[in-house]
DNA sequence: CTGCTAGCATA
DNA sequence: GTATGCTAGCAGA
């Protein structure tokens, strides 16, 4: 592999650190922000870039050669502020100690320093990566040596020097030449900007061939050009970087000299000891370091609440770095435009992609436009289907979808997108297969902060401090809403850019947070990006409805409601909207007479089905409302609404499945919800069995055996209970043999049935009280219980007295796999709301791994599915149970080969086990 | 038309 | 007692 050198132009990067980020301080009121800024940058730079040898140079005291020639140069600068003078010799020290040779030369400026070891690591046959923030240096880039900036994204290669300055590298000398260097104080032609300089490259090639033929250029620019003829050839030299110093006495050799050492922990700890940088700090201490040492990079700052209150600010969201960046957003028109945004994401290391489209329906919708973003501040709005009133010409749908095909499709071109399933869909509606998704920011919001939201305007506001143009603000609410569509394109643009911009602003700033973590950072690329590819897929492939068999039985409850609504009248006296609570609510309790068994939040008598059962025991009309709501549930939610939901050009039903709600890590299905179709009653199975396969296909269905006492088996470590896994035994068996103390053969169906509660009632975190509101006993008893099975199982009581502790002190709890579960209310004085928070804490490791392990298992099959090209297909996730949709000629294999995968996507302390079920359709299967 | 409550389907 | 999404009714626009 090529050797690469990683150089840094580290004096580029103070000011801008030092001005982007706020005052930041320690305890003793020492400035750290540019220190904060300086470390962080080289983290990520590690991290983007590999490379085995490193430099970070700094400018050194002392006159330089420029000064010499030209008594004014930089001569406009201001000193250092004094904020900044007193971090450099902490900077320099962290930058040391996190393994970057550094480099000042006395009398040689940092560019000079740069350019000479570019020259010297190519003609050592490796390549060089300048980082920095000086477009000047873009005079060095060629074949082998590459610019990028960490703020804001950018990577010039050669094409990206061309695309940026219209002017290849070679040339970039006599561009600067002819505008100057304001900053250095180097004049070039007055009123000379990059539009003339770029034209008369192009006409004479040089700054000496623009000399010669002054005579021939006209205007006042030719006037001002014949002004400064003697000064050029001076500026000229002042803005090119010497790539030939002397640099012997400062290194023994390249590359060896630059090779990076280890990084020096002791002396770290030191320092984000001092300038409280914690979150680093406990990275370096803490465990799992070892993964990120190996990458030579520690920890950044996560800003959770937790950490922010305890730190008074310090560590903020290095958003700020973002906010000033002046914005370019462009709307491509022609084919022109077109390839040059073709070119520039080409060589991109990271694009922002957006769709803009006719509805949020992703099956449905029609593409309308198209962002693009690849460097922050710049981005491209693409329309292609605007159509109102004198709308002005744009490329068409399919040209520009041809055009960007390539790009689009291959999978070493690198995206981020805001929930890029979405888009995924919205190109697979053109016949577009969207690869190449290596970010998504939907999905780091939620591995990094669970619990927080993850819409686009949220997050970058809070990450990046600035409120984005909203949706609603472009297209209006309500009935007076407008289709995309019909946006006027300027103002498209202005919204689309920005949210390609903001994607990648977002990516930036969350990324550090994600990538040092080693357990976050494998939830994240290891379980939620690939993930979401499976999920468009499953959406994708959609779920055969027999719809005429969902009408018949619509039919059915239809009449049957219409007989038990008239009997309720009966009872009643009166005809009442049986599904109205308030109306019930009326006739039962103040009509009737009959007792208030509870009564709901707002006040008013609950009628809900507890409430009923219990009343039916003593009066006719509160059975009859039972039936009746069992019947309009199954009709409205499923039998009536289902058929609807069919897809009039697969025919087929797609649900949405929404990554990034649940808490704890679980999917949520809607539009319809397809976790939730009926399966306890006979009545509601019926549902299941219009899930069909088509002809000459099955429906397998494969789920996980107590997949969540399982997981509590493991992370307790209890040995009752691991036992009893092993033995494979009936668990709530064995569980009821425990606290009942009889042999298992013994246990009654009542004890068993006992045992089956307090299993369930553990994974969600069971008090007494609600215990014994399950099982109809004293709570004393529910009590006695409880006592009984954490002797029994004192693993397992172990394991929530320590997740009780762990939440309180850290604000989170960890999966297995350690994806971070948030209880924000974990510490409320509002005793309520923290016990509740509690009961989350004991059942979100549970929940949140099965979740992670069914994850897994959607991975694994799809890679199966897609290695062996088979033509069984995912068709539906429920929580623990996966759906397949086989055809007979594969049956025999996926019924062997799938519950292997569920089981073996990973080794707990007790065995996993996935159980098949076939059939013709999903009630069969089970 | 929008947002809320009550109630209920699933794991 | 955990985690979701959807429907109907109803109140206030």
């Known amino acids: 592999m090529q050797k690469t050198l990683l150089l840094v132009d580290g004096s580029s990067y103070l000011y801008r650190a030092f001005h982007a980020l706020p005052d930041m301080r320690n305890a003793a009121n020492e400035p750290t922000g540019a220190l904060y800024g300086i470390i962080n940058m080289l983290r990520r730079l590690r991290i983007d870039y590999p490379a085995a040898y490193l430099a970070c140079v700094f400018d050194a005291k002392g006159k330089t050669f420029r000064d010499d020639m030209y008594a004014d140069y930089k001569a406009t600068r201001a000193s250092m502020p004094e904020d900044l003078v007193k971090q450099i010799t902490p900077i320099h020290a962290a930058v040391r100690a996190m393994g970057w040779p550094i480099l000042m030369v006395e009398g040689v400026e940092a560019d000079d320093v740069i350019g000479t070891l570019t020259v010297q690591a190519v003609a050592h046959g490796m390549d060089a990566v300048v980082s920095t923030g000086d ?11 590459t610019l990028i900036n960490t703020m804001n994204n950018e990577k010039l290669d050669r094409a990206g020097v061309i695309a940026k300055f219209g002017v290849p590298p070679e040339r970039i000398v006599d561009y600067l030449t002819l505008i100057g260097d304001t900053v250095d104080n180097i004049p070039g032609v007055a009123k000379v900007g990059p539009k003339t300089a770029v034209k008369w490259l192009a006409q004479y090639d040089t700054v000496d061939a623009v000399i010669a033929n002054a005579a021939n250029i006209g205007g006042a620019v030719g006037e001002n050009l014949r002004q400064v003829l003697d000064w050029l050839p001076k500026a000229k030299e002042l803005v090119t970087v010497k790539t030939d110093c002397d640099l012997s006495a400062h290194m023994v050799s390249i590359p060896e000299s630059l090779k990076a050492p280890e990084q020096d922990k002791d002396t770290l700890i030191e320092l984000f000891t001092r300038y409280n940088f914690k979150t680093w700090l406990r990275e370096l201490s803490g465990p799992g370091d070892t993964a990120v040492v190996a990458e030579g990079a520690g920890k950044t700052a996560d800003n959770d609440s937790v950490a922010k209150s305890a730190q008074g600010g310090a560590e903020p969201a290095q958003s700020s ?33 957006d769709t803009e489209t006719t509805s949020l329906e992703p099956m449905t919708a029609q593409l309308v436009g198209i962002s693009l973003c690849c460097e922050v501040g710049t981005a491209a709005y693409i329309p292609v289907a605007h159509r109102y009133q004198d709308a002005p010409a744009q490329l068409s749908r399919e040209f520009v979808l041809e055009k960007m095909r390539a790009w689009l499709e291959d999978d070493s071109k690198p995206k981020v997108g805001q929930n890029l399933k979405y888009d995924s869909h919205i190109f697979a509606n053109q016949g577009v297969n969207l690869r190449g998704i290596v970010h998504d ?93 499976v999920l468009q897929k499953i959406e994708r492939n959609g779920v055969l409805i027999d719809a005429s068999r969902l009408a018949t039985q619509s039919n059915e409850l239809g009449k049957r409601m219409l007989e038990i609504e008239q009997q309720a009248y009966d009872l009643a006296g009166q005809p009442f909207n049986l599904s109205s609570p308030k109306q019930l609510g009326e006739i039962l309790f103040e009509k009737l007479k009959l007792p208030v068994v509870k009564k709901t939040p707002s006040g008013s008598p609950s009628t809900d089905e507890e409430v009923l059962q219990k009343l039916a025991e003593d009066y006719p009309l509160p059975k009859v409302l039972l039936d009746y709501r069992s019947l ?145 006993i004293e709570r004393a008893a529910a009590q006695m219980y409880i006592e009984k099975y954490f002797m029994r199982f004192a693993g397992v009581k172990q394991f929530m007295d320590e997740t009780r502790v762990q939440a309180k002190a850290q604000g989170y709890v960890e999966t ?100 098949v079920g076939v059939g013709k359709n999903w009630d069969e299967a089970h």
């Open 135 to 145: 477009k000047d240096l873009a005079q060095l880039v060629n074949d082998h040596v």
């Open 632 to 776: 309009s549930k199954l009709k409205s939610t499923y039998t009536d609404k289902l058929p609807k939901m069919v897809n009039q050009n697969t025919g087929r039903v797609h649900t949405n499945y929404a990554q990034a709600v649940a808490v704890t890590g679980r999917l949520a299905s809607n539009d319809p919800n397809l976790q939730n179709i009926p399966i306890r009653t006979a009545e509601g199975r019926r549902i299941r069995e219009a899930f069909v396969a088509p002809e000459g296909s099955v429906i397998v269905s494969a789920d996980y055996s107590q997949i969540e006492l399982r997981i509590m088996a493991h992370i307790s470590g209890d040995e009752n209970m691991l036992r009893a896994f092993a033995e494979g035994v009936d668990i709530h068996r064995a569980t009821a043999a425990e606290i009942f103390g009889t042999p298992a053969a013994e246990v009654t169906s009542e004890q068993r049935r006992y045992a089956k509660v307090i299993n369930f009632g553990l994974i969600y975190g069971m008090s007494a009280f609600g215990l014994a509101g399950n099982l109809g």
């Open 441 to 533: 920011t939907l999905l780091e919001s939620y591995v990094f902060e669970s619990h927080r939201s993850h819409d686009m305007d949220s997050l970058a506001l809070r990450h990046l401090n600035h409120q984005t143009i909203t949706f609603q603000e472009v297209c209006g609410k309500g009935a007076s809403q407008i289709g995309f569509d019909e946006v006027e394109i300027g103002r498209a643009t202005e919204y689309a850019a920005e949210d390609a911009d903001i994607t990648l602003q977002l990516h930036l700033a969350m990324w550090p947070h994600i990538v040092d973590d080693a357990k976050l950072r494998f939830i994240y690329e290891e379980i939620e990006v690939p993930t979401s590819v």
């Open 816 to 915: 297995v796999f350690g994806r971070r579960l948030w209880l924000p209310e974990i510490n409320s004085p509002n005793g309520q709301r923290r016990q509740g928070a509690e009961r989350a804490a004991i059942n979100a490791p549970m929940q949140g791994t099965a979740a992670d392990l069914i994850k897994l298992s959607m991975i694994a099959v799809q890679n199966w599915i897609e290695t062996d090209r088979l033509k069984s297909k995912m068709i539906m996730q429920v929580h623990d149970e996966l759906v397949l949709e086989v055809p007979q000629d594969e049956l025999e294999l996926v019924r062997v080969k799938l519950p292997q995968l569920m089981a073996g996507v990973a080794e707990l302390r007790v065995p996993l086990i996935a159980e």
């Open 321 to 353: 770095l973002f906010s000033k960046v002046e914005r370019h957003y462009e709307t491509v028109l022609t084919e022109a435009q077109l390839d040059q945004w073709l070119k520039r994401i080409d060589g991109a290391t990271l694009t922002a992609v």
